[in-house]
């Protein structure tokens, strides 16, 4: 029988109300192992009431106590790692180790926002004018929510909220409905950690929830991950309703591959960017963009069986490349992309579409695709995949490959390989996506450095953690002070001057 999941709300788990329910899958059985409750607009507003009311005590607290939950909630993430990558890839389908990569980076935010207080100190000017000094304070926002994606559900929950609370913040988590045990998790632990009642919560839903969050008055930021048109969406809505507005879209990251490139390392990293998680990733490499045609068929000599010896397996099985996808929706639509592939005329030198794993039929499993010749022109180019299928798009020279990115809608990651610093520099320079790769295929920045891609990848124009993240989930507030010790002006009708 599936476990029925509960919504985090004031500090405990709390049965949901409204009879509706998200089937969580275990996609490597093709099972559904939990119920995940879809909350009312009710609901949602018992858990912004919740944090509303929690705020002023977390915001009058001194940052080093906020700092020294997050170092607790860090052991505490530490000590539960192997269970929640577990966890994780049994809702996900992701691999264990990859899991684990997906809590780390959580928790290198979670590290970052350990050292906040020195980023939330302000500026002074002794003396700006007779008897005025001058200075600035960061403040934080109030009641503010975080709306994620199915696929880095540890990562990117504690991208929003390790800053936001260690910034004062009180946080709603609106993490995917498709699995939403890791956030969950993080919650508790988040409390057992000492975080008061009411900071973080957690509710599962769907668009009721989404809407209720971006509309609520009582909220003052949303940070949202997801999907291009949805992001559009959150960041249109939320800022007609007045509130601060981050979103994070989809993407199409390319890599560049230079004639005097190093074909065995690319030959490497496209398999582990392009492959790896199934493709799920917002940040894997799904087009490589070889220079000259020597260098595109040598690359495909090198890919072909590679690709074909992709191990696909169990998420929870060491020796799996990679595991299923995250549902037979998602399964099918990846699918159906590759078939449309072949109709526009690509080449699909390696077909994974009718993988089986023995013993896992109902298992949402496909093997890797691999297409040759992909023009500009195709759908299988312009828009994201999100599985295991990488493109393959020819061209003649360094100015036809760097126009590709930067005149691509999607501008997330991007990623060169060459010997030539020249080339390389020239091309991070150039090319107009937000995160550039060289020798590297999947740039993510560290969390102290800060996450976020350009034109249809994002919206808002301010990123994730890092500096960025303190300055989306602060306001700055500046104070002027005289203490005019016998000095008198009279009323002044022109705007005041320090001359
Ligand atoms: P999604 O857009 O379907 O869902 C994201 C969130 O939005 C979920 O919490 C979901 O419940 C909610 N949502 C879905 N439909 C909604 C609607 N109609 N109204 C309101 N809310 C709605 O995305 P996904 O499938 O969970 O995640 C994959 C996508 O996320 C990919 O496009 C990927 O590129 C993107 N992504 C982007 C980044 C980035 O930083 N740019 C990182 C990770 C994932």
Redesign the pocket.
């Known amino acids: 029988m599936p476990v029925e999941l509960n919504h985090f709300i004031g500090g405990r788990l709390v049965p949901g109300t409204s009879g509706r329910f998200q089937d969580v899958y275990d996609p490597t059985l093709g099972e559904v192992q939990a119920k995940a409750p879809l909350a009312t607009k009710a609901e949602v507003e018992a858990a912004i009431a919740n944090a509303q009311a929690a705020f002023p005590a977390w915001a009058a607290q001194n940052p080093q106590k906020r700092a020294r939950v997050m170092f607790k909630f860090k052991e505490l993430v530490e000590r539960d790692m192997d269970m929640m990558a577990v966890m994780l890839s049994k809702e996900h389908g992701k691999v264990v180790a990859d899991a684990k990569g997906d809590i780390q980076r959580g928790l290198e935010v979670i590290e970052f926002a350990c050292g906040i207080p020195h980023l939330l100190k302000g500026e002074f000017t002794e003396g700006a004018g007779p008897g005025i000094d001058m200075y600035s304070m960061r403040q934080p926002l109030g009641v503010v929510a975080g ?6 559900p540890a990562m ?1 929950p504690m991208w929003m909220f390790g800053v936001a609370i260690a910034c004062g913040n009180t946080f709603i988590c ?5 699995d939403p045990s890791v956030p969950l998790h993080l919650a508790k632990l988040m409390m057992e950690a000492g975080a008061p009642e009411g900071v973080l919560n957690v509710v599962i ?3 009721e929830a ?2 209720t969050l971006l509309t609520d008055p009582r909220i003052q930021a949303i940070s ?5 048109n ?2 559009q ?2 960041y249109a809505t939320a800022a007609a309703n007045g509130k601060r507005v981050q979103a ?4 199409k990251n390319h890599m560049i591959v230079m004639p005097d490139a190093d074909l065995d390392q690319v030959a490497d990293a496209l398999i582990g960017a392009g492959y790896g998680s199934a493709g ?3 940040m894997a490499i799904s087009v490589a963009v070889p220079v000259g045609k020597s260098t595109a068929d040598a690359l495909i000599e090198k890919l072909i069986p590679r690709v074909e010896s992709l191990k696909v397996g169990p998420s929870t099985d060491p020796s799996s490349d990679f595991g299923p996808m995250v549902s037979a929706e998602h399964l099918a639509k990846v699918k159906g992309y590759v078939d449309l592939g072949i109709k526009e005329g690509a080449a699909l030198k390696v077909d994974g579409r009718n993988f089986k794993l023995q013993g896992y039929e109902k298992g949402f499993f496909m093997s890797g695709c691999l297409f040759d010749n992909v023009t500009p022109d195709m759908k299988i180019y312009q828009d ?1 995949i ?1 599985g295991p299928v990488l493109s393959v798009v020819r061209t003649e020279s360094f100015e036809e490959a760097i126009r590709l990115p930067t005149e691509h809608p999607y501008g ?1 990651g991007v990623a060169i390989y060459t010997r030539d610093g020249d080339a390389a520099r020239e091309f991070a320079s150039r090319v107009q996506v937000g995160m550039v790769g060289v020798n590297v295929p999947i740039p993510v920045p560290l969390a102290y450095h800060t ?3 350009w034109k249809r ?2 919206f808002g124009g301010v990123n ?1 953690h890092g500096p960025e993240g303190v300055r989306f989930f602060t306001q700055v507030k500046t104070i002027t002070s005289r203490w005019p010790t016998g000095i008198r002006s009279g009323a002044e009708f022109s705007i005041p001057t320090m001359r």
């Open positions: 709306i994620t994606p199915f696929n880095f990117i609106k993490p995917s409905e498709k839903g769907d668009k989404v809407d949202f991950v997801g999907s291009t949805i992001a969406y959150v994070m879209g989809g993407a799920e990733r917002c994201e999100f997330n996450f976020g891609g990848s994002a994730q």
